[in-house]
T-cell receptor, first 111, second 108 residues
Framework: EPEVTQTPSHQVTQMGQEVILRCVPI?????FYWYRQILGQKVEFLVS????????KSEIFDDQFSVERPDGSNFTLKIRSTKLEDSAMYFC?????????FGSGTRLTVV | KNEVEQSPQNLTAQEGEFITINCSYS?????LHWLQQHPGGGIVSLFM???GKKKHGRLIATINIQEKHSSLHITASHPRDSAVYIC??????????FGTGTSLTVIP
């Protein structure tokens, strides 16, 4: 069964550093998403991406964040100048026509 | 504000019991999703529905659009069903609103 692959599974970074979280969506999917889940809290929508541009973004997705689909297969989330409160599980998902497949997540720890 | 409310927050059941998890939402939706999150954190999409009822194995999901309510039922529950079950809605666009999840533990 096709999978959404996320790397790395766990990333530790120092406060103030930039991180790039990587996702390989399912190849024929057209819509791509990033979500985050702070430990003990609910999953939160960050951004959706379609046709090489952002289609929706939440209040959380401010100038600190950016997304890119650099090569037609990868879908990346860049977090600039990380803060302690950016520590969370970040999930990527992709969909074609409503059927969503989630990646297994990247646990980001900012120290 | 919580666009999506789930109940109960925590649920413990004996193996074999019939389980119901409820979800209410306050926004207009294009679809409602039931997700399963395992202890390791991974999320699996169980159902996407916009009307009526869907069944997959021992899982049944229903939605009442007029009442803005959905239920997830698990028949003949099993310890491997232990997970967090999350209700989420898409409201126009592609933005998701997530419930806080229901933590289910099924005891042998």
């Amino acid at each position: 069964e096709p999978e959404v692959t996320q790397t790395p599974s766990h990333q530790v970074t120092q406060m103030g550093q930039e991180v790039i979280l990587r996702c390989v969506p399912i190849s024929n999917h057209l819509y791509f998403y990033w979500y985050r889940q702070i430990l003990g809290q609910k999953v939160e929508f960050l951004v959706s991406f379609y046709n090489n541009e952002i289609s929706e973004k939440s209040e959380i997705f401010d100038d600190q964040f950016s997304v890119e689909r650099p090569d037609g297969s990868n879908f990346t989330l860049k977090i600039r100048s990380t803060k302690l409160e950016d520590s969370a599980m970040y999930f990527c998902a992709s969909s074609l026509q409503g059927g969503y497949t989630f990646g297994s997540g990247t646990r980001l720890t900012v120290v | 504000k919580n666009e999506v409310e789930q109940s109960p927050q925590n649920l413990t059941a004996q193996e074999g019991e019939f389980i119901t998890i409820n979800c209410s939402y306050s926004v207009g939706i294009s679809a409602l999703h039931w997700l399963q999150q395992h202890p390791g954190g991974g999320i699996v999409s169980l159902f996407m529905l916009s009307s009526g009822k869907k069944k997959h194995g021992r899982l049944i999901a229903t939605i009442n659009i007029q009442e803005k309510h959905s239920s997830l039922h698990i028949t003949a529950s099993h310890p491997r069903d232990s997970a967090v079950y999350i209700c989420a809605v898409t409201s126009g666009g592609n933005q998701f609103y997530f419930g806080t999840g229901t933590s289910l533990t099924v005891i042998p």
